[in-house]
């Protein structure tokens, strides 16, 4: 109940959106959530919200809400009842699997539903359907920062805690704008920066934190490595390197020195366009400071080389011995509310939880234990090798939890072929979209102010989310359908609510197996959590999680990205996101932030808009070797000349149309970030997508 009298009911919970993991008070009047205000002992918001997490809630009760499931007749989607539509998933399912073999069936779980809903759905398909072809959104953002903490340090996630960030004397921001899009986060680095923390931006744009830095690096997209290379020669070079840390703690230090030795500021001006005094600097300011933290996006992930760039980052925080102490923290700003949980929980093809590989014999016989049933010990297929089997015509059938791949993922054309030649796509989601287009069976689900569980946040602090309304008509929270659809095909999944999911995980991840939903309570847990109940803030403060303890420098040089400028598309393109929106925009366009920010708009520099015949304001064309799209432009001095950007947060604008095949090389992380383009005034006809605004 709530002291306030003009509401009914308040709900702690915990914020939806991004992975900062803002603990909020949901206020509702009967069944209807009519405000939400900070919770103000969050410990990652300590009483703040942004636009989205505080007014973008109307959505949950958008007059479109799936509110009953839709299943495909004669073309087209018409209401039916659940036993329908359960019907007809198991029977397409079985039949699927006895016709082609499990492998034919595939899953993607959300990055925005529970830690319980992801580990419900990876069972369902290790356990009844007898598959791993289980993937997530990460291999799309962030799996990249996995793949390179792992490879680094040990462990896939923040070595620390956003406390870290008033406690650095330095901090290095690398392709990311929090500002925008970890928007409490970025007016925490704000806050530290008017304190007297040395904000160091690096990104193609002048962000808004690059307002109140102490130095911005304007770098040309693709070039990171050859940044953070020449950095670590500096360091070396100028004796900036914390030996004693280097000698007790870390490993590979001769090939690392060996290869920067000719990385020379000069050479990193060539390949990036950064002043080679400013890099120079940056390194001064990094291996002078006592404390210092570097926190990093998709800017750094969302390339070819993504996965190594990580590497390249940890190399500056180990070389300097910034790790495991106050102030010294390696801090990915995870996308999705909850991208590191669903990852963590094992919704991947190659491991279970907390990374374990499925092909691992005492793991494999662990799950199989529990869960009753033989288990595969062959990786799954990722994402991108779900689409390709798809148009192959090897991959029947496809179950997407709250997850729009037809708006979010690249090459939008490819994803469309592959939804088109299955023969059975389910979508589970709160709303039609883009993917559901070609759906089958459409299955309406709870929202996450409708369904109780937890997320964890990019610090790897696990949070209590609780319904503070129920949820639409018949549609049911992601953990009971998949708790319908698992017995149904002969798995019961044996939970009375997601308490007890959580206990089945803490029982089966060591590094989960003493959190409870009573030890969470307000403040979470950071993993790795012991059996007593003691979490982690920081790790790393005494040995690293890789073998022998030590942690891991990384020797890798610097390779052009996937794409480059020509003179055919001589400008090159960058999407990224903006403050009102959130993500495809499903929830935020649904809401008054709409009014906020109605609509997509090109950034371009005002030289580039001269030398393209490009006005303010003007509809453009946007062309890659993989699509054309139009769009408004928009003069800023924000963009450096030869770039462009844009966000993906409105169907109509089709964004990812542009996007090519190219990703990162060790986890498939499509290269959103590098894209050459022309732009062009828009011609009349020319049959590009359009922009322009939805309301609901
Ligand atoms: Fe906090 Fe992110 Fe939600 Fe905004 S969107 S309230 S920053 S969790």
Redesign the pocket.
Known sequence: MTADARFDVTTTTT?G??G???RLEAHAVGDHIVAVSPAADGPA?KGH??V???FAHQFTRSRDRLTAPLVRENGELRLASWDEALDRITFDLTRIKAEHGPDAIAGLASARATNEDGWAMQRVFRAAIGTNNIDNCSRVCHSPTSYGLRKSVGLSGCSGSFDDIEQSEVLIVIGANPTQA???VGARMKQAALNGTKIITVDPRRTELADVGALHCSLRPGTNAAFLNGIAHVLIRDGLVDEAFVRDRVEGFTALADLVQFVTPEVVEEITGVPAADLVQVAHLWGEARTGSIAWGLGVTEQRYGSECVQMICNLALLTGKIGRPGCTLMPLRGQ?NVQGVSDIGALPDCYSTYRPVGDESVATLFEATWGVPLRRERGLSLPEMLDAAIAGKLKALWICGYDIGQSDPDTAKVEAALANLELLIVQDIFENETSREAHVMLPAASFLEKTGTFTNAERRIQLVHAAAAPPGAAKTDLEIFQLVSARLGHELPWSGPEDVMLEIGALTPKFAGVTYERIGRGGLQWPVAPDGTDSPRLYEQSFALPGGKAQLAAIPYKPPGDEASERYPLILVTGRRLEHYNVGTMTRRTANLELLPGEWLEIHPDDATAHGVADGQQVEVESRNGRIQVTARLTERIAPGHVFTAFHFPETRTNLLIGQSADINTSCPEYKVVAVSVTPARVGSGAARTHAVVA
């Open positions: 914020c959106y991004c900062v993991g803002c918001n919200t942004c989205k997490g505080r970890h928007p409490v509310n």
